[in-house]
Each structure stands twice: as structure tokens, then as C-alpha cells.
């Protein structure tokens, strides 16, 4: 198992997927297309990051490095 694994459980990670399904709403991404891993990564390091509700997320990946912003 991965360290994160190890120290989250899945009902936890529902905050990033519901995220993610907001965000991929907003800018009409597919949830598998490159943008749509691309942000799922994000998001998923910002929660490693101690950003833990879906606005906080949302808000989060709005503010990111424009290097690492998804389109």
C-alpha cells in the first residue's frame, strides 16, 4: 500500500471527487480526459495539503501556480 493509502481512508478522498465533479462541471472537462487527471493530481495533493472540504479544494486550485493550473 502507498503512504497515502496508509493514512487516509476512502470516505475521506469523497471530498475530492466531489470536487473534482464540480470543477469538471464548470470548465466542461471529462473526468478522464488529460485535464481531468490533470486536476484530479491537484486536487489530490492539495488534500495531502490539509485543504479538506470541496470549496477549499475549489478555491485552492483556483489560486495555484498558472504553470500548474489546469485548463
Request: glycine residues 2%; contains cysteine.
Amino acid at each position: 500500500m502507498t503512504v497515502l493509502s496508509n493514512l487516509i481512508s476512502f470516505t475521506d478522498v469523497d471530498v475530492v471527487f466531489e470536487a473534482l465533479s464540480e470543477w469538471c462541471h464548470l470548465h466542461k472537462k471529462d473526468p478522464i480526459s488529460i485535464e481531468g487527471c490533470r486536476a484530479a493530481s491537484i486536487f489530490f495533493d492539495l488534500f495531502q495539503d490539509g485543504y479538506d472540504t470541496k470549496d477549499s479544494l475549489l478555491s485552492a486550485i483556483d489560486r495555484s501556480d498558472p504553470d500548474e493550473q489546469v485548463e
